[in-house]
């Protein structure tokens, strides 16, 4: 996954990000660094995109 894909998160965080982001831009923020800001809050807060996860008979 390249630096910078959204496509391994959920639809509700995306949803987020962009709340996030009108809010930081209502304030005055430049468009790009309330995309920034908002995608690190929602980081923080659901821990990131989906993670692959090992299956259990993967493990050695």
């Known amino acids: ?3 910078g ?3 391994n ?3 509700k965080q995306k949803r ?3 709340h996030i982001e009108k ?3 209502k304030k005055g923020v430049s ?3 309330a995309k920034e800001r908002a995608w690190r809050t ?3 807060t659901t821990g990131g ?3 692959k996860r090992a299956t259990a008979g993967s493990r050695s």
């Open 9 to 11: 998160y959920t639809n």
């Open 42 to 44: 929602v980081n923080k």
């Open 31 to 33: 468009k790009g660094e």
């Open 23 to 25: 809010g930081y831009e």
């Open 16 to 18: 987020q990000a962009t």
């Open 49 to 51: 995109g989906k993670k």
């Open 5 to 7: 894909d959204k496509s």
């Open 1 to 3: 996954m390249p630096q």
